[in-house]
Every structure is written in C-alpha cells, then in structure tokens.
C-alpha cells in the first residue's frame, strides 16, 4: 500500500525536477527592487533567509515582463536585454535562493489595468474598461493591438529565458488575480470582438495558453514551468468555476509542471481571503460555506480541478496547520502546500513545522485592525472594512521590506500605521523611479 504524502515528501515534477518537501513560499510582492527594477541586495537578504527557513520551493513575488506596467513601482522588471549588471543581480538573488537543496522560481507576470497610476496613468488591457476602485488609484486602460499581445508572448518568453539563465530553478506564469492574463480570461473584462476576446472561452483563454508554449520552448522540457490559475474571479460575470476547470484541462496537455489554484482579483480579494475588503459586495460571488469554514480557501476548487487533470496542484491562502496540510495532501485532492503571510512573521517557519517544533503557523492577521468596534475589519461601513484589508496588507509588505533590510519583523506595529507607512513607501519609490 502506498504511503500517503506528507508535507515532509518529496515531490518529482513532470520535468523531472525534485522538491525536497511539499512546502512552498507563495508569491509576494517584495517592493525592493531600485530605480531601474532591478534586483538589489536586498532581495539577496531576504530569499536567503526564506531559503535557509527549510521550504522546498520559494515563488518570488511578480517578476514584471514590461517597466511600464508594474504591479508596483518597487518590482523587478527584465524589460528587453539585460545589462550585464542586472544579470549579475539576478544571479546573486538566485543563488540566495537555492542555498539549503531550496528551489527558487521566477514568477513572471503583466500587471495589465492594474497597474497603480503612479506608475502609469494609462495601463493596458483587453479593452478599455477600468478597475471599479475608489480613489482614483487606476487610470482608463487602452486595448492592446493584436501586435501588442503577440510582443506580451515574447516578453514572457524571454523573461523566463533570463530566469533559467541566471539560476532560478523555475518559472511561474501569472494568470490569476485581475492581472493582465487573468483579465483576457475574464468575460467581464474581456469583450473583444476579435481571436482574443469575446464569448468564446478559446479565445479569451489563447494569450494564457500561447504564454505558456511560448516560455516551454523558451525553457526546454526539464525546467519546470508553472502557472497561477483562479479557481473564479468571484465576480458576477467574471471568470468562472466552470470555465476555470475547462481551462485547466487545456493546461494539462501544455505541459505544465505545477498548476497553483487561486481566486480573486483587486474588485474581489478572495485571494488573501479578505472579504473586508470587498467594496462591491453587490458584484460578489460567495464562496462555498465548506470551503470558508475550513484552512484553505480554495481546496474545494482544486478537488473539483484534480478529477480532470493529472499534473500537481497547489494550493495557497488559508493553511495553518500541520494536521490540516497533512490531511489535505492526504486526500490527494493537491500536492503541495503554499504559505504566505506566516513566512513574513517567521521566515523559518517551514522548517518548524517539518521538524514538530511547530505544529501551526502565526495567524496575525486574526488580530490586526486599524481601530476597535466599528472602525475593525466588521465595520459596517464599507470603506473602514477595506481599510483594515488595505492596512493589514501593509502591514505584511513592511515586514517583507524590514527583512530585506537585514532586520526582523516589527510584530508590534500597528495596522493603522502600516497602511500610512506603506502608501509613504509606494510613492517615495515611485517617485525615485520615475527619475531614474
């Protein structure tokens, strides 16, 4: 009888690659690059450190395939050749990041429309439709030109060409979160009339799947390639459950090495299951009560994902557990567990659960809010609801920032103070951009 998998098992890939452990970093924004979105040392401290934590494979945050449409202004960008300073960089990150028998992927991704208008007030897109967020944080996005997404392919592709070639141990493509791939995927968004867009899911599905042939023959059959895929947008009218399945069993004859499944996008971030941030609760989409009453947010989605496709699966957002990943990995409904938000309160928090030092993760973000009463996470108003969202956000950037900086997370700081700090933080390095 075969052994069930634990979180201590090896996994082998389609490609051939090994992890050591079903333990993975999911994909954060870092926010350390300089300037020019270049790597820094500051990377090189804190892949280092995660890398030493025991994971068996650390995703980094979005690795963005064109400077002019960032997720932030503080992004890596591999924007057309590389100098032979910025491959110096990235080597030295990579070389961080696989100390300790660690794998370190490359997440590659196109902000698409949301791409804050301090980077650019004019973001690109399917169409032309705008993000529905308050503030005027996002400017109207132009409709790509089908040239224009032939030239998002190739920058993919060359993207994960640098990554293979400068030591990261595999790439991850972005199609999920209300980013540039996620919203062709999306009928909401995607209206085109053309081999794009449109009511065909083939057509709104072809840029994710020219992508990933594209970067697979960029790469060569043994380096992993992997792909961040939402479950639902959980959106009225945007990417559905149903379509979701249909395109991962595409996915599945791409050879494709990992398939991640998420959900949500910035109008509905389920991703980091933040319902308080939800600023359109009349547009929203419920998750399944089974699947909220339990760790992982999207587990539900990746049982119904596993029965038509064969590749691995994994899972991010929710999990804190030893007993709830274990049994997760037990049911054979995924096959690698992603943690996020504990590893910025304990970067070696891997290594403790696998060694039953620990037998759960922190869960900080139980506790922070911006004001008590009416002004927490259950406040009444919707607009104080998405402020304790946006600050605890904030508050676990500025931890990746303090890590990167050499020092330990600050668990004393508040939300409040996390959110004016990090919104400080986006526009000094947008502005020091923008002059380089």
């Known amino acids: 009888m075969t052994e069930k998998p634990t979180i201590a098992t090896p996994l082998t890939l389609p490609c051939g690659a090994t992890l050591k452990n079903r ?37 980094t945050g ?37 100390v300790n028998d660690t794998h370190l992927w490359m997440q590659i991704s196109h902000a698409g429309r949301q791409t804050p208008a301090l980077v650019n007030p004019t973001p690109a897109g399917p169409t032309d439709k705008p993000l529905d967020m308050p503030g005027a944080q996002f400017g109207k996005p132009k409709a790509l030109t089908g040239d224009e997404i032939l030239d998002v392919i190739s920058r993919f592709a060359h993207a994960a060409t640098v990554a293979r070639d400068t030591g990261f141990t595999g790439v991850q493509i972005h199609g999920a979160h209300g980013y540039l791939i996620s919203e062709f995927l999306s009928p909401d968004v995607n209206t085109r009339t053309d081999e794009w867009g449109g009511e065909k899911l083939e057509n709104r599905a072809r840029l994710l799947l020219e992508t990933v042939r594209a970067v697979r023959k960029a790469v060569g059959g043994d380096f992993p390639v992997s792909v961040k895929l939402n479950s639902a947008d959980f959106q009225r009218g945007g990417f559905s459950h149903e379509e979701s399945m249909k395109v991962a069993g595409w996915l599945n004859d791409e050879a494709v090495d990992l398939l991640e499944v998420s959900g949500g996008t910035y109008e509905q971030p389920r991703m980091i299951g933040a319902d308080d941030m939800t600023l359109h609760p009349e547009k929203s989409e419920t998750r399944r009560e089974s699947t909220v009453a339990r760790e992982a947010y999207f587990l539900e989605y990746a049982a119904d994902i596993r029965k038509t496709v064969a590749m691995p699966l994994m899972v991010t957002g929710g999990f804190r557990s030893v007993a709830g990943m274990n049994a997760a990995l037990a049911s054979g409904e995924m096959d690698v567990v992603g943690l996020a938000r504990p590893l910025c309160v304990d970067p070696a928090i891997p290594g403790k659960l696998l060694s039953g030092q620990a037998e759960e993760t922190p869960t900080y973000e139980k506790t922070l809010r911006i004001g008590p009463g009416p002004l927490g996470p259950n406040s009444p108003i919707n607009l104080i609801k998405a402020l304790n969202g946006w600050g605890q956000q904030g508050w676990f950037c500025l931890q990746i920032i303090r890590m990167g900086d050499g020092k330990d997370p600050d668990l004393k700081m508040g939300a409040f103070s996390a959110f004016r700090n990090y919104q400080k933080n986006e526009t000094k390095t947008a502005k020091a951009m923008k002059r380089s």
């Open 23 to 59: 333990l993975a970093k999911g994909a954060m924004t870092e926010g350390l690059a300089d300037p020019e979105n270049r790597a820094t040392e500051r990377h090189v401290r804190l892949y280092r450190r995660w890398a030493e934590g025991g994971a068996g494979m650390l995703l």
């Open 62 to 98: 979005n690795v963005q395939v064109d400077r002019r449409y960032l997720e932030r202004p503080g992004n890596i960008a591999i924007d057309g050749p590389q100098s032979n300073d910025a491959l110096d960089r990235l080597r030295a990150m990579a070389e961080a990041g696989t």
